[in-house]
């Protein structure tokens, strides 16, 4: 390796950090340090090809966090599903399209891992990050007696929507792959959408916290 590629870990880390979570970025770096990087081509809006994608560290964090983050946001839509006495139909509503675009959200970042030849890892399992309906919020949500869901719900959503854009903002900002910051901005439009239909809505992010 040159002493100008050993230089590029350093150089990221301090790059993005203020923009991506900082156990996330610091693993994603860590794992892809050795992998040699290519100049980015200017973004599509195009769908994510099949064809090979090259990952640098940011793109690979941000896809490591944002499919938890994504399957903890559905896991949560579907207990509500059980409680229908718990939501209002508009509100079911609204949770119904979030769970379309989550999933196919996640049917594309999974793609671009295996373009990019890079295994998906929960590497933040067990982890309280931001934004993240963890198991034992959902253990909480669970057991509230049905007055309290809607709020409690709600406020998780919130928490969770608010801080992928964050990430999104992030990964566009010190991404590599044009796939995968393309995806981030088409994301981010997707949660803008979707925090605007929450509008209104019982539950503000501070329940997010209870």
Request: charged fraction near 20%; include cysteine.
């Amino acid at each position: 390796m040159t002493g100008s590629a050993s230089k590029a870990p350093a150089w990221r880390i301090a790059g993005v950090a203020v923009t991506l979570v900082a156990t996330t970025l610091a693993v994603g770096l860590t794992r892809n340090a050795s992998r040699t990087e290519q100049p980015a081509a200017p973004a599509s809006s195009a769908p994510a090809p099949a064809a090979s994608v090259l990952l640098n560290g940011t793109d690979d964090a941000f896809i490591q966090l944002l499919l938890p983050m994504d399957e903890g946001a559905l896991a949560l839509i579907d207990h509500l599903d059980t409680r229908p006495s718990a939501t209002d139909p508009a509100l079911r509503a609204v949770l119904g399209d979030i769970r379309t675009a989550h999933r196919a959200e996640a049917s594309e970042l999974r793609r671009l891992l295996a373009a990019g030849n890079v295994p998906e890892q929960n590497i933040h399992e067990g982890h309280q990050m931001p934004g993240m309906v963890t198991d034992d919020r959902l253990a909480e949500l669970r057991t509230a007696p049905d007055s309290e869901v809607p709020s409690r719900a709600v406020g998780l959503l919130r928490a969770h929507l608010e801080q992928t854009v964050v990430l999104c903002r992030g990964e566009q900002n010190a991404g590599g792959s044009p796939e995968v910051r393309a995806l981030a901005g088409r994301i981010q439009a997707t949660r803008a959408a979707e925090l605007s239909a929450l509008a209104g809505r019982s539950g503000a992010a501070d329940d997010a916290d209870h």
